[in-house]
């Protein structure tokens, strides 16, 4: 049985799929890159020659990341599955075995000064870990977080006491709406 779905969107939200082109994997792609952008440019305002850490950098959003990094020119480190080490290395970031290193003690030996920005898509005890990695000035950017509440709770935490240091989540779908409706990321 084939599902129909009608949906009602504005000319502008549409793009064409060019013949030969799977459209699930054409939205997959819109919407890694979409993230990336979004999360690179317009959130965490990366400028070149800061230092980045990107999680799950082997993944969708990750690579685009990681891809969308080196036109901005930021030095950028990427946690992966030591399987994945040769691809992040060839999207030129320096790559960190999350399953069998410690990514802090890593981290802090290539720069104790710390990063200036962390992505994290995975959320609880690892973006808790992230957060003494920023340095001043430093952003950690949740997103696609299989680990909400715990998230919440350090972002909670750290904002109680400032330290210059910022941690929130992204969620794209409020990036739309915040334009229209003047709704302000956590």
């Known amino acids: 049985m084939e599902l ?14 060019p013949d030969g082109i799977d459209p699930e ?8 890159y979409l993230m990336a952008y979004q999360l690179l440019h317009r959130y965490a305002k990366v400028q070149e020659g800061e230092k980045i850490l990107i999680h799950g950098a082997s993944g969708g959003i ?15 480190f990427g946690t992966a599955s030591k399987e994945k080490h040769a691809y992040v290395s060839s999207l030129h970031a320096t790559p960190i075995d999350y399953k069998h290193t410690d990514f802090v003690r890593e981290i802090k030996k290539y720069h104790p000064d710390g990063m200036d920005v962390v ?30 509440l715990p998230t919440l709770m ?21 990036s739309k709406k915040q334009n229209r409706i003047g709704l302000k990321m956590i």
């Not at 990750?62 to 950028?76: H, N």
């Not at 350090?154 to 409020?174: Q, V």
């Open 4 to 17: 129909i779905h009608n949906i009602c969107l504005h000319q502008k939200e549409i793009v064409p799929i």
């Open 25 to 32: 994997e054409a939205a997959c792609l819109v919407l890694n």
């Open 62 to 76: 990750g690579t685009a990341l990681l891809q969308l990094g080196k036109l901005s020119s930021v030095e950028m």
């Open 119 to 148: 992505f994290d898509c995975v959320g609880g005890i690892n973006f808790k870990k992230s957060y003494p990695l920023l340095r001043k000035n430093g952003r950690l950017i949740g997103y696609g977080s299989q680990h909400l």
């Open 154 to 174: 350090t972002i909670i935490s750290r904002k109680l006491i400032p330290d210059g240091k910022r941690a929130s989540i992204y969620f794209l779908i409020l």
